[in-house]
C-alpha cells in the first residue's frame, strides 16, 4: 500500500500525472461523503475534550477552536457545539494575538502551539480515527495507492511555519508512525 498527501488546489491532471493509477481522495471539509468524515471540521459529536473532564465536542475543530486564548477573548465553549462545519475559525485579525491553548475550558494552564498540537490536536484526531471512522480507515488500508488531498500537506507537527495537515496525520496513522503526544 502507498499513501500520499497532495494539495487540494492542484489540478486533476497534475494529480493523475505525478500518481498514474492512484485513487485520489478528498478528505476535506468540502469532499463527498463518506470521505468527508475524515475532516477534522466533520461534526461526529461525543469527541473528548482532552483535559475537558468529560466534556465533549462535535468535532476536532471545533475543540481546537474552543480552546484557542487570545489576547482579547478567552475559550469559546460554543464552539464544541458547532454542528454545521462553518462559522469555527477564530482569528488573531477580530480577537488579537494568539496567547495559547487552555488545558480545557476550565484550565489554568496555556500551552504553546506546537504543544497544544500535541496534546489537544493529535488525541482528538486519533480518538475520532479509532472511535468514528475506523471503517473509512479500514478501507483506506485495502487500497492499493492512493494520494488523501488536503489543503494542506504538513504532517511534521514541529514545523509552526505550516498549518498541520490532517491527511499526513491520517497517513502517519495507517503507516503505523503516529506522532509522539508528549
Not at 480518538?127 to 478501507?139: E, H, I, P, S
Not at 500537506?153 to 503505523?176: K, M, R, Y
Amino acid at each position: 500500500m502507498a499513501i500520499h498527501v497532495a494539495s487540494r488546489r492542484r489540478a486533476v491532471a497534475s494529480l493523475a500525472a505525478a500518481f498514474p493509477g492512484a485513487e485520489i481522495i478528498d478528505v476535506t471539509s468540502r469532499a463527498v461523503d463518506p470521505w468527508v468524515r475524515l475532516s477534522p471540521f466533520y461534526p461526529h459529536g461525543g469527541v473528548p475534550v482532552p483535559y475537558g473532564e468529560g466534556e465533549t465536542g462535535q468535532c476536532v475543530e471545533g475543540i481546537w477552536q474552543a480552546l484557542k486564548v487570545f489576547e482579547h477573548a478567552d475559550v469559546d465553549p460554543a464552539k464544541l457545539d458547532v454542528t454545521s462545519m462553518k462559522g469555527l475559525k477564530r482569528t488573531v485579525r477580530r480577537y488579537g494575538p494568539v496567547r495559547g491553548h487552555r488545558t480545557g475550558l476550565h484550565g489554568e494552564e496555556l500551552l504553546s502551539y506546537e504543544t497544544a498540537r500535541r496534546r489537544i490536536y493529535l488525541p482528538a484526531y486519533r480518538w475520532v480515527l479509532d472511535n468514528r471512522v475506523a471503517d473509512l480507515v479500514g478501507q483506506l488500508r485495502g487500497k492499493a495507492e492512493v494520494v488523501l488531498l488536503d489543503y494542506t500537506t504538513n504532517g511534521d507537527v514541529a514545523d509552526l511555519a505550516t498549518p498541520l495537515s490532517h491527511a499526513a496525520l491520517l497517513q502517519l496513522h495507517i503507516e503505523g508512525r503516529w506522532p509522539d503526544e508528549a
